[in-house]
């Protein structure tokens, strides 16, 4: 009876930490849902709710411990196999490039850093592994874990973010565009965007306007605009409600111009953005940095394609400065850091 009445504590104890943290990602999820911070929040709640749950199965918190290691170290070993099973599949869809190959190095990466890991722990047991240094075996595996928290805090939130409550009827839809194929013909992916911000623009009633974006690329014969605007017109739209901002080059340019054209219209009230679901937090992060508020819709893709983007999509936003420099100083204090302490004053 005392032992079940400890095991009830603990599970108490670490459910009141859990649910803290899931609080907390809500509240600020709902005040400010394109801030970096609350996939860590996110990513804190999921991690708390592993030895919560194992806290339930055993007793003693050594036990807890070890249990709780072992089911996240099963997870992120999982980690690297689906991503390199990701990246032969779209090695097979598409052509070979630095984009397609993402999913596959990363996953190889991921792998690298969890074998050393393994290698550290085990270099005592097996005579032939004591010609790997430790230190470095543990500095590769801490760094490439770290790297990883970083990108599954931002692939869990980039799964929440599209079912976070927002509004749903607007003055002005704003499409981004992408790439045409053959020069002027509308892409699968792109044909979803459009799908949604028909849906927003209906649900949103006739006076809504429709802003298409993008430029011309070179190897495009006509802009990205142009090509959404003649979408649109064979699907009923009028052409007076239709704007187009066909100058830009990047997704930055596109809300920039964008702006600027609504503003020589007197502004374009309730805005919606629409882009593909991978592709929300840094549009409209953006689109905040330049003090241009709107709410982000995703449009689906394929699932094989999601992985890639993702991994795209983080290596863009945590490539500027600020992201950049906060995750170099967690990555000085919380692997660096400790390893330096232990190989200079625990051994």
Same mark, same amino acid.
Not at 64 to 82: D, K, N, Q, W
Not at 256 to 267: A, I, W
Not at 271 to 285: E, M, N, P
């Given at each position: 009876?005392? %032992?079940?009445?400890?095991?009830?504590?603990?599970?108490?104890?670490?459910?009141?930490?859990?649910?803290?943290?899931?609080?907390?990602?809500?509240?600020?999820?709902?005040?400010?849902?394109?801030?970096?911070?609350?996939?860590?929040?996110?990513?804190?709640?999921?991690?708390?709710?592993?030895?919560?749950?194992?806290?339930?199965?055993?007793?003693?918190?050594?036990?807890?411990?070890?249990?709780?290691?072992?089911?996240?170290?099963?997870?992120?070993?999982?980690?690297?196999?689906?991503?390199?099973?990701?990246?032969?599949?779209?090695?097979?869809?598409?052509?070979?490039?630095?984009?397609?190959?993402?999913?596959?190095?990363?996953?190889?990466?991921?792998?690298?850093?969890?074998?050393?890991?393994?290698?550290?722990?085990?270099?005592?047991?097996?005579?032939?592994?004591?010609?790997?240094?430790?230190?470095?075996?543990?500095?590769?595996?801490?760094?490439?874990?770290?790297?990883?928290?970083?990108?599954?805090?931002?692939?869990?939130?980039?799964?929440?973010?599209?079912?976070?409550?927002?509004?749903?009827?607007?003055?002005?839809?704003?499409?981004?565009?992408?790439?045409?194929?053959?020069?002027? %013909?509308?892409?699968?992916?792109?044909?979803?965007?459009?799908?949604?911000?028909?849906?927003?623009?209906?649900?949103?009633?006739?006076?809504?306007?429709?802003?298409?974006?993008?430029?011309?690329?070179?190897?495009?014969?006509?802009?990205?605009?142009?090509?959404?605007?003649?979408?649109?017109?064979?699907?009923? +739209?009028?052409?007076?409600?239709?704007?187009?901002?066909? %100058?830009?080059?990047?997704?930055?340019?596109?809300?920039?111009?964008?702006? %600027?054209?609504?503003?020589?219209?007197?502004?374009?009230?309730?805005?919606?953005?629409?882009?593909?679901?991978?592709?929300?937090?840094?549009? +409209?992060?953006?689109?905040?940095?330049?003090?241009?508020?709107?709410?982000?819709?995703?449009?689906?893709?394929?699932?094989?394609?999601?992985?890639?983007? +993702?991994?795209?999509?983080?290596?863009?936003?945590?490539?500027?400065?600020?992201?950049?420099?906060?995750?170099?100083?967690?990555?000085?204090?919380?692997?660096?850091?400790?390893?330096?302490?232990?190989?200079?004053?625990?051994?």
């Amino acid at each position: 009876m005392e %032992q079940q009445l400890r095991m009830l504590a603990d599970t108490r104890v670490l459910l009141g930490i859990f649910l803290v943290f899931l609080c907390a990602f809500f509240l600020f999820s709902l005040l400010r849902p394109y801030r970096l911070s609350n996939s860590f929040l996110l990513l804190f709640s999921l991690l708390t709710l592993v030895p919560a749950a194992v806290s339930a199965m055993v007793d003693g918190a050594e036990e807890i411990l070890r249990v709780s290691v072992l089911a996240v170290s099963v997870m992120l070993f999982l980690v690297p196999i689906l991503l390199i099973w990701n990246g032969v599949v779209i090695l097979r869809r598409e052509s070979l490039s630095l984009s397609s190959c993402l999913p596959l190095l990363m996953g190889l990466v991921i792998a690298a850093g969890e074998i050393a890991s393994v290698l550290c722990l085990l270099r005592d047991s097996f005579d032939f592994l004591s010609v790997l240094h430790r230190p470095v075996l543990l500095l590769i595996g801490a760094t490439v874990f770290y790297a990883a928290a970083l990108l599954l805090a931002f692939v869990l939130y980039m799964l929440l973010l599209p079912v976070l409550p927002r509004k749903r009827v607007f003055d002005t839809v704003i499409v981004h565009g992408c790439a045409l194929i053959r020069g002027d %013909q509308i892409s699968r992916i792109l044909a979803r965007r459009l799908d949604l911000a028909l849906k927003l623009y209906r649900r949103s009633g006739e006076k809504a306007l429709l802003v298409v974006s993008g430029g011309k690329g070179s190897d495009e014969t006509v802009s990205e605009a142009s090509a959404m605007r003649g979408y649109l017109l064979e699907r009923g +739209v009028p052409g007076e409600r239709i704007l187009m901002e066909d %100058q830009s080059h990047s997704t930055r340019e596109n809300l920039r111009f964008t702006d %600027q054209l609504l503003l020589e219209r007197g502004g374009g009230g309730r805005i919606a953005l629409v882009t593909s679901g991978y592709h929300i937090f840094r549009c +409209v992060w953006i689109a905040h940095e330049l003090s241009f508020p709107c709410t982000g819709f995703g449009a689906p893709v394929a699932a094989y394609y999601w992985p890639s983007a +993702v991994i795209r999509e983080f290596i863009a936003v945590y490539s500027r400065k600020r992201y950049l420099t906060v995750s170099l100083a967690g990555y000085l204090l919380l692997v660096v850091g400790p390893i330096l302490y232990w190989l200079f004053y625990m051994t």
